[in-house]
């Protein structure tokens, strides 16, 4: 039986993969996509932001050539070199479908890949599985029409469009800050009265700013969509009620993103508070249920207010992990001590 699974193979899966090989942990790591699959949606040319130092993995730098922050391209090619330097072999575009406890302790993962199913049993299972699976659906007439998207990729796709961009937040501002000097006709839609600094890079801020001052972007504050039609929506006031028909030949929904959450009930893992963020050991990372893992922005579960964890902020689940199952390991191996 293999040690460890890991699920997910986003930056903090990859770490984790790196440091199992290191402390010579047998283990196998799936990945429904592509290594660092939900990066691959973020927008063409993105700048994170974190630095590069603070994203660099496993003690490899990444190296940039603005010493600053890594771009979208820059980190999904470092996540690739990481793979082959360290011979990484990740199952990817593998999902895992299925996980069983066994009656007699360990755990039976059920996976489909291109070439059929497979099965494979663990001792351990780390879910690596990050919190941005799905969007957060506005739950409106129109929004499953196919001009409409809740995943920017490209400014280039809006070029003199008329664009209605909903939201507040950095994705939304990214959007339409990129999209406006792409050469759309932007509109944006929020909620709120203003803009959040804490919830917006803090570049974005003064560029959106300004060009709503100079009226290249249409501010719409205090609104929220109701209906999506062919070429127009529809929004209402938050304030008096009162609702108005824009023109949008496109439409970004930039709400959000929640996390699915199939593998942590099939395994009994016990989600807590309205994030359901998955209850775990802070000095393991060990969930409620012995020998199944939590790793990297999975522990946020779905965040109803802003993204607090990131990549920087999850290195330190790697060691935990590690400790816990190697300390594991050696306790079989030796025998309890007591004192």
């Not at 001792?123 to 196919?146: C, F, K």
């Not at 950095?170 to 759309?184: L, W, Y």
């Not at 699915?260 to 395994?267: I, K």
């Amino acid at each position: 039986m293999t040690t460890a699974a890991i699920i997910g193979a986003g930056p903090i899966g990859i770490e984790l993969a790196i440091a199992f090989k290191q402390a010579g942990i047998d283990y196998v790591q799936f990945d429904a996509g592509q290594i660092g699959s939900t990066i691959g949606w973020y927008p063409i040319q993105m700048l994170f932001h974190s630095s590069a130092d603070r994203l660099s993995l496993a003690g490899v730098p990444i190296q940039v050539p603005d010493q600053q922050k890594p771009t979208r391209e820059e980190y999904l090619a470092y996540l690739r070199s990481l793979v082959m330097q360290f011979g990484l072999t990740i199952r990817t575009y593998e999902r895992v479908e299925h996980v069983t406890r066994l009656p007699g302790g360990g755990f039976e993962l059920g996976t489909r890949a291109v070439d059929g199913e497979h099965r494979c049993r663990v001792e351990n299972v780390v879910l690596a599985v990050g919190a941005m699976h799905a969007p957060r659906l506005l739950g409106i007439p129109g929004e499953e029409l196919p001009h409409v998207s809740h995943y920017f990729r490209d400014p280039h796709d809006y070029f003199a469009k008329r664009l209605l961009v909903i939201g507040g937040r950095n994705s939304a501002i990214e959007a339409a800050v990129r999209c406006q000097r792409a050469g759309a006709e932007v509109t944006l839609s929020h909620r709120g009265a203003d803009f959040d600094p804490k919830s917006v890079k803090f570049w974005l801020l003064p560029e959106i700013r300004s060009m709503i001052r100079d009226d290249r972007v249409r501010y719409l504050p205090q609104t929220c969509p109701v209906e999506i039609g062919a070429g127009t929506v529809r929004l209402v006031s938050m304030e008096s009620g009162e609702e108005r028909i824009i023109a949008a030949d496109f439409v970004l929904a930039m709400t959000g993103y929640r996390q699915v959450t199939p593998l942590f009930d099939m395994l009994g893992v016990d989600m807590q508070g309205a994030d359901r963020q998955p209850r775990y050991d802070h000095e393991t990372m060990e969930t409620n249920v012995p020998g199944v893992f939590v790793a990297g922005t999975a522990i946020a579960g779905t965040p109803q207010q802003r993204v607090s964890v990131i990549v920087e902020t999850c290195h330190v689940h790697v060691p935990r992990i590690v400790g816990a199952i190697v300390g594991r390991r050696v306790a079989v191996a030796d025998g309890p001590v007591d004192e």
